[in-house]
């Protein structure tokens, strides 16, 4: 790899690297908005998904990571976290 391809990815290495670190700021702040705003809703197995969910109260699917471990079935829509 040449010196400016080297570069180049070290830039692009960077900025992945910030753009994670500000994903899991956002994931813990949505966290802490469920746990202090609907704590009937919370429960330390549930796990918020990133998908839109319309039979959700908070809008997006949401797993019981305890019972269902691989977030196959959200509680509200029944659909997987991974999809395709």
């Given at each position: ?30 966290e802490d ?52």
């Amino acid at each position: 790899m040449s010196n400016i391809n080297k570069e180049n990815a070290q830039v692009i290495k960077e900025k992945i690297e910030k753009l994670n670190e500000q994903k899991r700021k956002i994931e813990f702040e949505i966290e802490d908005i469920i746990q202090t705003s609907m704590p009937k809703f919370n429960s330390i197995w549930n796990t918020v998904g990133s998908w839109d969910c319309k039979n959700s109260p908070i809008g997006v699917c949401v797993y019981n990571h305890m019972e269902d471990p691989a977030l196959d079935d959200c509680l509200y829509c029944g659909k997987p976290d991974e999809r395709k």
